[in-house]
């Protein structure tokens, strides 16, 4: 799966994860994005299947983290992740970590 093959949400999704360097929980993608749980929940699922996230944990406790092929599909060089802000970017702080 390229980042052309991705929808909105999906590439959202997946910067957010990768933006986190840690495990990230459904419930505070969910606060960062305009989207509903369930709706999140099958994106997740999706990336999850397309070997893009690792479901960690289970129940209240799942978090998510981003593979390294993932990585590799937003590599824009040696500097890794594109850190160029785009209008509707969203950023993480530690503390919503």
């Given at each position: 799966?390229?980042?052309?093959?991705?929808?909105?949400?999906?590439?959202?999704?997946?910067?957010?994860?990768?933006?986190?360097?840690?495990?990230?929980?459904?419930?505070?993608?969910?606060?960062?994005?305009?989207?509903?749980?369930?709706?999140?929940?099958?994106?997740?699922?999706?990336?999850?299947?397309?070997?893009?996230?690792?479901?960690?944990?289970?129940?209240?406790?799942?978090?998510?983290?981003?593979?390294?092929?993932?990585?590799?599909?937003?590599?824009?060089?040696?500097?890794g992740l594109d850190q160029t802000p785009s209008p509707?970017?969203?950023?993480?702080?530690?503390a919503t970590l």
């Amino acid at each position: 799966m390229s980042t052309t093959n991705l929808t909105t949400l999906q590439d959202k999704v997946l910067r957010l994860v990768l933006a986190a360097e840690a495990t990230v929980k459904a419930g505070t993608l969910e606060k960062s994005l305009d989207a509903s749980r369930p709706t999140l929940n099958r994106t997740l699922s999706d990336l999850v299947s397309a070997g893009l996230l690792i479901r960690r944990g289970g129940g209240r406790s799942t978090c998510y983290v981003a593979t390294d092929t993932a990585k590799a599909m937003f590599d824009t060089g040696p500097t890794g992740l594109d850190q160029t802000p785009s209008p509707n970017q969203l950023t993480w702080s530690q503390a919503t970590l």
